[in-house]
Every structure is written in C-alpha cells, then in structure tokens.
C-alpha cells in the first residue's frame, strides 16, 4: 500500500501566558479604548473653539488606539505550525491579524531554540523596590514585543515564533519539525 506523501501535519504552539496576565492585557486594552473614546470625545467638544486642541486630541486618540490594539492582539494571539513534504508555514493570529510565513524544507539551514531576548532595565528601575513602576512597565513592553523563543533560518530570511514558551516546549516543537523533515526527506 502506497503511502500518502501530502498530509500536512499541524503542530499548535502553547504559550506560557498565565491566565492573570491575559487578563491584565484585556484590562489594559479595555482602559485604553476607553481613553479612545474620550480623547475623540474631546476632540469633538473643541473642534469649534479651539481647533488645535481638538486636532491634538484625534492624534492622543489614535496613539491610544495603536497603544490598545497590540495589548488586545497579544490577549487573543495563538501560534501554530502546519507542516507538509515540501513547505514549513508559520502562522501567527489574532484579533483581526493573520499573518503566514513559508519556508520550503530543503532550504532551511536550522531550526534551533533561542531563549528570550536581553532587553535592558530601564534607567529609572531600582534594585530593591520599583517606587516609580517604571520598571514594571518596561517589562510589560518588553513581553509585547517580544519576537519569540525559536529561530527558523533560510538563506534569504530568519523567522522568530513561539512567543513566551518554556525551553521544553520549544524543544518539543523543535524535535517535532526535524522528525517531520526527516521523513520527508526519505
């Protein structure tokens, strides 16, 4: 019996997020749309009196907007790879946002785990306690904007994913791709 040589395998990325943390980023997305509405709220009441204020306000509002937009897509964001002979595709997806990234199997010089980022601490942190929050702020934007724990590389292109994973989870996936490759590859 012949064996089918193109199914596709798909293998679903978990994160590490903890439920609390979702919820502090729907919380914050939440506080930010609210600021939205009532910057553009502003920018309507003034717009006759005092038009730079008001155009001052539609731009807060769209800072806002930006601002609580990637808090509510990194609350809803999931990963997944799908996996056939031929191609690796890397899929991210949102609220509203679905981006795909393919790469052909034969061209992929590694697939390897890569720990999360250095960010540096911000200026205003302080060892003992963070009076000011300044500290804790910049680790929020730095778990936003995070690229990932897994590197997929091509001579053309490098992709990171697997955004906020623990190392065995990411070796997991790892061992997953390279037994797939493997077996294509027969």
Known sequence: MEENRNLETRIDIQSDYKSILKFGFGLTAFFFFVAVCMFILLGILYFDNEPFSSITYFGASIFFFIVGRNYMSNTFYKEYIILNNEKIKVVYKSLGKLIENEFELKK?????????????NHPLDSATMDYTGFGASEKELQKIISDGTIEIATTETKLRFGKDIPSWEAEKVIDEINNYRNKANR
């Open 108 to 120: 992929v010089k590694y697939i390897k785990f890569v720990d999360t980022e250095n960010f540096t």
